[in-house]
């Protein structure tokens, strides 16, 4: 009967091997003979014969060499069939060797697993475009990358795991890239620690650039960090949304600009302002005869003296065209207005020398004051235009402060108002079309459908004049929907491959009925949702933005495509793109109708198409109305194109005719 020790060793899971002074084999277990593939490993069997029949011969002869001429333990790796051993050989009393084997493979796996991965860690890390960086909890730092260490231009041991953090800072003050404020810079640290998640924030630098920074706390304490140079980016953004703000011309706020500005400052100072809304006199005559060349330098030369004529505080803005306006803040009275009015009339009356040439305009002013003729933005700049009109037919070369008999429209629109009901009631609305057309093949891809009102008594009235009402007045919504069902019905009788855009009210998205009216649409009409692209203006996300997102996230996972209209005339288009999945992006046609006078303009539709080609966006071009143009948009990579060269908008019974003509079997 086996002793306990002798079952031990017959079962462990290490061969075991004991070898006399003669190297010859006094004690042996199977495991052994297992373990080096050597059958007749016996008692008795000296090492010589054992290295004979060890698969790994190179080893074999090292192993044999050391037990004949070395007092001292070996531990080696051994090779055998797809295996690895661990094999060590330690002297023991008495000139004996004890001979140990254990199979290492499963160890070796998982070790040449992890140094892969250690290596492929270790070459994402050197190849990153951005910089990385980790921190342990008391801010040392524990690992970066090599982009990291360019970003901030650090030597070697500063990158060295357990730098303290504050070092790479000082350092970084030293060669001129710390961050400009130093006081918030941890602030993204404390909120993703507080939110536990990434948070990031653009840090702007003390040499100009601008590094986007993303944390991700970590259970410990410490953080991992992400630096992005984003400068060019910011930059980009920041002028975009100049331009989108700015006259290209004179650099002047534009209207959207002004207006924002205009409401801000009513809101808050509650104090008497005036606004003017000034015309220049005789300037098409100077365009006409000396060319827009010297036109474009006239208005150039206008908006400075008209600028030399502010206090601080005041604003200018341009709406287009020969038209400026003056907002004044903290007027005393009428007569404060009056005065700056007639010191405008008298600069502008005086010549101006315009490529060598004398040139003489004049200007004629309405005026409005705030609170008395408005209290917001839209009211001021109606009046003071109503002002203006009067003062235009007084003779020119005045001013005219806005009196409410002015506002004869007024009892219009009342009346306006009050038939509204009546036209919805009555199928007084008609919907004309306006073609769309790919750019490259000229062949009609849709139509916008345009309202219109046929009043029994005046006949075809513009939608400038009763649209504004119906918004005031909340009739848009239904309206909106007969619009929606009407264009949905009439295209479902068109071609397969022929869509319809459809302009959508902010009110309608107030209504809380709008997805279930979209889907209602296209069912009664047999309409794909694929066909139907409903157009928005940046004022739908301007307010209670999470319910108008949600709502258009809901509308188009029922296929229907989203378009931002007017797009690059707000303040904050792009940002509107970060937040949305838009399928199209209209340019709004005052920046086509300058494109052969405005680097600028040209500028903002190569971006705005460059941005939509990076996202997979369609770009159209609207208000395309000569070849000029639409070449120039061709150039610039516009998908689509909508304007008069094309195609005024048409009643339905014209477009069926109209899809002939464009068909490719016409072509």
């Known amino acids: ?109 998982i070790k040449k697993e992890l140094s892969e991965q250690t290596n492929l860690f270790d070459t994402t890390l050197a190849n990153m475009p951005h910089g990385l960086c980790m921190f342990d909890a008391d801010k040392n730092l524990m690992l970066c990358n090599a982009a990291y260490s360019r970003l901030y231009s650090l030597p070697e041991q500063l990158t060295r795991p357990g730098t303290p953090l504050q070092q790479i800072l000082d350092h970084r003050v030293t060669v001129g890239n710390a961050p400009a404020h130093r006081e918030t810079y941890f602030d993204v640290v404390a909120e993703a620690a507080l939110k536990r998640a990434v948070a990031s924030q653009n840090i702007s630098l003390m040499d100009g650039r601008v590094i986007k920074i993303s944390h991700s706390p970590m259970e410990n304490g410490g953080y991992v960090a992400a630096h992005e140079d984003v400068t060019d980016a910011v930059r980009a953004d920041e002028q975009i949304k100049y331009m989108a703000g700015h006259d290209p011309l004179t650099g002047l706020p534009n209207r959207t600009l002004l207006r924002e500005k205009i409401d801000r400052e009513l809101a808050v100072s509650g104090k008497t302002s005036s606004l003017l809304c000034l015309d220049l006199d005789r300037f098409k005559e100077v365009n006409d005869s000396l060319g827009h060349a010297v036109g474009d330098l006239l208005l150039k030369a206008v908006a400075d003296r008209l600028t030399d004529c502010l206090r601080d505080g005041d604003s200018i803005a341009r709406l287009g065209g020969d038209e400026f306006v003056i907002f004044q803040t903290d007027v005393q009275s009428r007569d404060q207005a ?34 008395d003729d408005g209290d917001m933005g839209d009211s001021l700049l109606r009046h003071a235009d109503t002002a203006l009109y009067k003062a235009k037919a007084m003779g020119r070369g005045t001013f005219c402060f806005f009196e409410t008999v002015m506002d004869a429209d007024r009892q219009a629109r009342r009346d306006l108002e009050t038939v509204l009901q009546q036209a919805l009631e009555s199928n007084q609305f008609e919907l004309y079309y306006q073609p769309q057309v790919d750019t490259i093949t000229e062949q009609v891809v ?30 848009i919504v239904p309206i909106g929907e007969w619009v929606l069902r009407q264009a949905c019905k009439d295209a479902a009788s068109w071609p397969a491959d022929i869509g319809v855009a459809v302009n959508l009210s902010p009110l309608q998205f107030k209504s809380q009925t709008l997805a279930h009216t979209v889907v209602s649409a296209l069912g009664d009409a047999g309409l794909p949702a694929s066909r139907l692209e409903l157009e928005i203006t940046e004022s739908v996300l301007l307010t209670d933005n999470d319910t108008a997102l949600a709502t258009l996230h809901h509308i188009r996972s029922l296929g229907v495509r989203i378009a931002m209209d007017d797009f690059g005339t707000g303040y904050s288009s792009l940002s509107y793109l970060r937040l949305f999945p838009f399928d199209k992006i209209k340019i709004d046609q005052s920046f086509i109708r300058e494109l052969g006078n405005s680097k600028d303009c040209a500028a903002i539709v190569k971006a705005v198409v460059d941005l939509g080609a990076s996202l997979g966006i369609t770009t159209t071009a609207e208000g395309v109305e000569t070849s000029d143009q639409l070449n120039r948009v061709r150039e610039q990579g516009c998908s689509e194109i909508q304007g008069y060269l094309f195609g005024k908008p048409l009643p339905i019974s014209s477009v069926h005719e109209l899809l002939k003509r464009h068909s490719p079997e016409a072509a």
Request: aromatic residues 4%; hydrophobic residues 45%.
């Open 446 to 475: 849709g139509f916008e459908a345009l309202l219109r009102w046929h009043h029994p008594e005046r006949g075809l009235v513009s939608p400038v004049e009763f649209i504004p009402l119906a918004e005031e007045t909340g009739m």
């Open 338 to 371: 009056s005065s700056l009015a007639q010191r405008i009339i008298d600069v502008v009356d005086k010549a101006f020398i315009i490529d060598g040439k004398s040139v003489r305009i004049g200007v004629s002013i309405g005026i409005s004051m705030a609170p």
């Open 1 to 109: 009967m086996l002793t306990p020790f002798e079952v031990i060793f017959a079962n462990i899971a290490q061969g075991i091997a004991l070898l006399d002074s003669d190297l010859r084999v006094l004690v042996v277990n199977n495991r052994l003979s297992q373990l080096l593939q050597i059958p007749e490993l016996t008692m008795g069997m000296d090492a010589k014969a054992i290295a004979e029949q060890m698969p790994a011969h190179t080893q074999a002869r090292l192993w044999l060499t050391h037990l004949v001429t070395e007092q001292k333990s070996l531990q080696q790796e051994i090779e055998v069939g797809n295996g690895l051993l661990s094999l060590t050989s330690t002297p023991v009393s008495e000139g004996h060797w004890l001979i140990q084997c254990k199979d290492i493979s499963a160890h070796a796996a």
